[in-house]
């Protein structure tokens, strides 16, 4: 499957990007995260403490468990600082 | 119940009279609006990134918990992004309930989840350089305060 996945944040600036589409068969946020890990340092620099790390699928909140089965969009991001 | 995402400043006044004309049969109004805060001295602007359409629909939800949660008659969620100058205002809540204790419950909620669970980031860029808020423990402590609370209140 293709998904565009989205960073925000710290996110976006260590992987060097906001968006890109990305083909996959990973089954989980885990799988895909181990994925963008091993294709070069920003992304490993990004990923490195995964505890700082939330992420949406399909614009829902969810967890490194959430399975990613007919998402489209998945989207990585630091804890939330509104207000 | 009304959610405004923008980058243009917004007129606090103006946003409290047309709310408070729209209220019919509530006897309490409550208003919170946030400042960007310069601590320092030192900061230049304040940066705000958000998840367009995420955000939104977090907003919604929020105010939608919040309105069902507290019987509140009407809600009011407005969240700048973009560059912000000291002293600006980032965001307002407005909340109208019959009686005040529901109005200031139903704006701290939303203010809660609002801080936590929407897709906003802060960047504070000063002379010295540039660095992310970090998310405080005490906002995942009273959030964890909500979801504590006993089930449906009577009301």
Known sequence: MTLDILYFAWVRERVGLSQEAYQTSAATVADLIAELVARDAGYAAAFADVSAICVAVDQELGDLTTPLADCREVAFFPPMTGG | ?155
């Open chain 2, 1 to 155: 119940m009304s959610v405004r995402v923008q980058e243009a400043a917004f007129d606090v006044a103006a946003e409290m009279g047309a709310f408070q004309s729209a209220v019919s049969r509530s006897g309490a109004v409550v208003s919170f609006t946030g400042l960007v805060r310069d601590d320092t001295g030192t900061l230049e602007y304040m940066f705000i990134e958000h998840y367009p359409g995420m955000t939104e629909a977090a907003l919604q939800k929020f105010a939608d918990q919040a309105t069902e949660k507290f019987g509140l008659e009407k809600a009011l969620v407005i969240h700048r992004h973009g560059r912000l100058q000291p002293g600006e205002a980032i965001m307002m809540v407005a909340t109208a309930a019959g009686h005040r204790k529901d109005a200031f419950a139903g704006a701290d909620y939303l203010m809660d989840y609002l801080k936590s669970r929407a897709p906003f980031w802060k960047k504070e860029v000063s002379k010295g350089g540039a660095n992310w808020v970090a998310a405080k423990d005490q906002d995942e402590a009273a959030l964890a305060a909500w979801s504590l609370e006993s089930a449906p209140q009577e009301r």
